[in-house]
């Protein structure tokens, strides 16, 4: 997959494109023909980006809209395709042009489930998106001080891991729960069994259209089909709507997929600027705001960097040290797609994994991001086509997205008990409790009550301790509170 100039340089009649020869001043700016590439690999690895992770576009208003904040207000879909679209076209191409590497950006899985099922239902949008901000400032600011170091070696690996892993259950149930393939039962007497399989059985063409879509999904990832998760709402979404006109059917739940009457309009730019950097403060205490921003900042951060470095080095750019060129540039770069999908209410933005289906094609530098970000922009118009897919054809997305962030399992020792324990504790409780937060501290409350037990103290970072103390505040926080007599 990686790109030869081997003998480029020195022949002089080489037609435009060719690897090895600058052809211009965007040539050189991005280093297209130094680093092997060529304009139409670019171009090709641009839009092959793009393709795979469109299901943003999707997912992301889906996922945002589907839930209430304290209020019970929801946000409008159309307004967060809108946001969706803009922050992911804008932050891509500045990351093309001032990180020049082909890493697109764009709301991120598992950050947008914090935000609708964490923050939300204890504060207001508003208070919810300008702690999206903050962690994007706080991400900044690690990243110009150089303590990003710190953090990174403060949680073990296989924590880091975990957590991935927690979140990825944690989006398959919201997904299986979504599409109705999961439902709670009811508080009936003489049951214990606290959820089920659809109303007791699987009924409806509904579920219908969520069971196919999801054997398609499976399917296509297990044959490696490029762009899988896109093809899959696409043909479910197309099956619905033919399904929904001829039955005439009520049960489709947040999205009845019925065909607009037009199918482009302007951009609803109404959720832009809607955030409120210190409100959350005044809605929940102080100590749930710090482990929520540092829940965000842990599930941001430490993803990027993964992503950064795998996709970078299966571009063959580490530098002979196997350092990402410019990391900080585009560390700060990342960081700032936060603030900016925050301030647009579309959840923090982040590096997307699926770059590698870019670097699959031939993208070699910024330039892919030019022509990604482009599509991006155009589907700013796109927002009465894109609201139409219904929960059960975007449901096995989220499934199948949690499958992906579950292989990481695989890098845990779990015949290390010092560490297995924990990460099966952070794994298992963010499914079961709904929340990733408590699965994050019971983890690492875990990890530092076992090595102190075992006598290993001081292999816990500072860090890692003083987070643990707010966590353990954080669990014990009505006691503490009653105690004190503040409730």
């Given at each position: 997959?990686?790109?030869?100039?081997?003998?480029?340089?020195?022949?002089?009649?080489?037609?435009?494109?060719?690897?090895?020869?600058?052809?211009?001043?965007?040539?050189?700016?991005?280093?297209?023909?130094?680093?092997?590439?060529?304009?139409?690999?670019?171009?090709?690895?641009?839009?092959?980006?793009?393709?795979?992770?469109?299901?943003?576009?999707?997912?992301?208003?889906?996922?945002?809209?589907?839930?209430?904040?304290?209020?019970?207000?929801?946000?409008?879909?159309?307004?967060?395709?809108?946001?969706?679209?803009?922050?992911?076209?804008?932050?891509?191409?500045?990351?093309?042009?001032?990180?020049?590497?082909?890493?697109?950006?764009?709301?991120?899985?598992?950050?947008?489930?914090?935000?609708?099922?964490?923050?939300?239902?204890?504060?207001?949008?508003?208070?919810?998106?300008?702690?999206?901000?903050?962690?994007?400032?706080?991400?900044?600011?690690?990243?110009?001080?150089?303590?990003?170091?710190?953090?990174?070696?403060?949680?073990?690996?296989?924590?880091?891991?975990?957590i991935s892993v927690g979140i990825g259950l944690f989006?398959?149930?919201?997904?299986?729960?979504?599409?109705?393939?999961?439902?709670?039962?009811?508080?009936?007497?003489?049951?214990?069994?606290?959820?089920?399989?659809?109303?007791?059985?699987?009924?409806?063409?509904?579920?219908?259209?969520?069971?196919?879509?999801?054997?398609?999904?499976?399917?296509?990832?297990?044959?490696?089909?490029?762009?899988?998760?896109?093809?899959?709402?696409?043909?479910?979404?197309?099956?619905?709507?033919?399904?929904?006109?001829?039955?005439?059917?009520?049960?489709?739940?947040?999205?009845?997929?019925?065909?607009?009457?037009?199918?482009?309009?302007?951009?609803?730019?109404?959720?832009?600027?809607?955030?409120?950097?210190?409100?959350?403060?005044?809605?929940?205490?102080?100590?749930?705001?710090?482990?929520?921003?540092?829940?965000?900042?842990?599930?941001?951060?430490?993803?990027?960097?993964?992503?950064?470095?795998?996709?970078?080095?299966?571009?063959?750019?580490?530098?002979?040290?196997?350092?990402?060129?410019?990391?900080?540039?585009?560390?700060?770069?990342?960081?700032?797609?936060?603030?900016?999908?925050?301030?647009?209410?579309?959840?923090?933005?982040?590096?997307?994994?699926?770059?590698?289906?870019?670097?699959?094609?031939?993208?070699?530098?910024?330039?892919?991001?030019?022509?990604?970000?482009?599509?991006?922009?155009?589907?700013?118009?796109?927002?009465?086509?894109?609201?139409?897919?219904?929960?059960?054809?975007?449901?096995?997305?989220?499934?199948?997205?949690?499958?992906?962030?579950?292989?990481?399992?695989?890098?845990?020792?779990?015949?290390?008990?010092?560490?297995?324990?924990?990460?099966?504790?952070?794994?298992?409780?963010?499914?079961?409790?709904?929340?990733?937060?408590?699965?994050?501290?019971?983890?690492?409350?875990?990890?530092?009550?076992?090595?102190?037990?075992?006598?290993?103290?001081?292999?816990?970072h500072w860090l890692l301790w003083g987070v643990s103390?707010?966590?353990?505040?954080?669990?014990?926080?009505?006691?503490?509170?009653?105690?004190?007599?503040?409730?």
């Open positions: 997959m990686k790109s030869s100039a081997t003998g480029a340089v020195h022949d002089a009649h080489q037609p435009p494109g060719t690897p090895g020869m600058a052809q211009g001043p965007v040539d050189r700016y991005f280093k297209i023909s130094e680093r092997g590439s060529t304009y139409g690999r670019e171009i090709r690895g641009g839009l092959a980006t793009f393709f795979t992770m469109a299901y943003i576009l999707v997912l992301n208003p889906i996922i945002l809209s589907g839930a209430k904040d304290m209020t019970g207000a929801k946000l409008d879909p159309a307004q967060l395709v809108t946001a969706t679209a803009l922050v992911a076209a804008v932050m891509t191409v500045i990351m093309g042009v001032g990180g020049n590497l082909p890493l697109a950006l764009a709301a991120g899985l598992g950050l947008n489930a914090v935000v609708a099922y964490q923050l939300a239902p204890l504060m207001t949008w508003d208070d919810a998106m300008g702690l999206i901000v903050l962690e994007g400032l706080i991400i900044c600011a690690l990243v110009v001080t150089g303590l990003r170091e710190a953090v990174m070696h403060a949680i073990p690996q296989p924590l880091k891991q975990a989006i398959a149930f919201i997904g299986f729960v979504d599409a109705g393939f999961v439902t709670r039962i009811p508080d009936v007497a003489n049951t214990t069994v606290p959820v089920q399989l659809g109303t007791g059985s699987l009924t409806g063409w509904p579920m219908l259209v969520f069971c196919l879509g999801l054997v398609l999904t499976v399917v296509l990832l297990a044959r490696k089909v490029k762009g899988a998760i896109l093809i899959s709402i696409v043909t479910m979404t197309v099956v619905a709507v033919v399904l929904n006109k001829a039955a005439d059917i009520k049960t489709w739940g947040l999205t009845t997929p019925s065909l607009p009457d037009t199918l482009v309009d302007t951009p609803d730019f109404g959720l832009l600027g809607n955030f409120d950097l210190f409100g959350a403060f005044g809605q929940v205490s102080v100590v749930t705001v710090l482990l929520l921003v540092f829940t965000l900042i842990l599930s941001d951060f430490f993803d990027t960097m993964g992503t950064v470095v795998g996709v970078t080095a299966e571009a063959g750019l580490l530098d002979e040290d196997g350092q990402v060129p410019q990391l900080g540039r585009v560390l700060l770069i990342d960081g700032a797609a936060a603030v900016a999908g925050g301030a647009a209410s579309a959840s923090s933005a982040t590096t997307y994994i699926e770059s590698a289906a870019g670097v699959g094609e031939g993208a070699r530098t910024g330039f892919a991001n030019l022509f990604t970000g482009g599509l991006f922009a155009l589907a700013l118009f796109m927002a009465p086509l894109l609201t139409i897919v219904p929960l059960q054809a975007a449901a096995p997305a989220l499934v199948a997205v949690g499958f992906l962030m579950m292989t990481q399992v695989k890098h845990i020792d779990w015949d290390r008990y010092d560490i297995a324990i924990p990460a099966f504790l952070t794994i298992a409780v963010m499914p079961f409790t709904y929340s990733i937060t408590n699965g994050i501290g019971a983890g690492f409350l875990a990890y530092v009550i076992i090595k102190t037990a075992l006598g290993r103290a001081r292999e816990v103390v707010l966590f353990l505040v954080y669990f014990g926080i009505d006691p503490v509170e009653q105690l004190l007599g503040v409730k």
